[in-house]
Structures are given as C-alpha cells and as structure tokens.
C-alpha cells in the first residue's frame, strides 16, 4: 500500500531553519506530484508548497515564498521542504501529500497524505 513518511520535524528558534523529509513507496512516484501542507491548532489544513514530477511547475503559497523551498529527487523517491528563516507562525503539523497527475494546490485533490511532522517555533 501506499506510505508516505515525513520527518525532519522539531523545534526551532525564529529565524532558524529546518528541513522536512518525505519518504514515498507503494506507488509510482515519477508519476505524483508532491505537495506539502500544514495544520496550526484550531485552524484549517492550508497549503504550504507542490513540485511536479519533473520539477518543471512548483508553486508556494504566499505565506512562505522566499523563504521555504520544496524539491524532490526522484531517484529516492523523496520530497523535501527546506524552511528557512521561520517564524512563529510556521508552527504547525506539516503534512506532505501525493497527488497523480499535474501539480495542485487544493487539500481535496491530493489522494494519499503522510501522518504529519510537527514544527514549532518559539519566538
């Protein structure tokens, strides 16, 4: 079956820098786009970050351009998310997800989810 595992997860002073992983199997990852969320307490599911299968179309959300950056080797089946210069805000259960296909954005689009890492950030 498919399994997606993040890890990478921690807790980080504001301005520093954490990189997530996400290990895939289970399914074609060639042939997936990736895509990373997060979940703050009492908040929504948002999208953070998707890379294509090629790496050609890779799209962020407002909140983190310039400051995370997502990438993926195929050869490892991984995807990755390096965050830099956190803030507080960043804290969050960092989802990654697969979607078969052409890149997306949208939570509901995305078939197969990991368990979550968890970021904090203290200020």
């Known amino acids: 079956q498919v399994q997606l595992v993040e890890s990478g997860g921690g807790l980080e002073q504001a301005g520093g820098s954490l990189r997530l992983s996400c290990a895939a199997s289970g399914l074609a990852f060639r042939t997936y786009s990736m895509g990373w969320f997060r979940q703050a307490p009492g908040k929504e599911r948002e999208f953070v970050a998707s890379?294509?299968?090629?790496?050609?179309?890779?799209y962020y959300a407002d909140s983190v351009k310039g400051r995370f950056t997502i990438s993926r080797d195929n050869a490892k089946n991984t995807v990755y998310l390096q965050m830099n210069g956190l803030k507080p805000e960043d804290t969050a259960v960092y989802y990654c997800?697969?979607?078969?296909?052409?890149?997306?954005?949208?939570?509901?689009?995305?078939?197969?989810w990991g368990q979550g890492t968890q970021v904090t950030v203290s200020s």
């Open positions: 997800a697969a979607h078969f296909g052409v890149t997306r954005i949208r939570i509901h689009e995305y078939e197969y």
């Open positions: 890379i294509e299968w090629s790496a050609d179309d890779i």
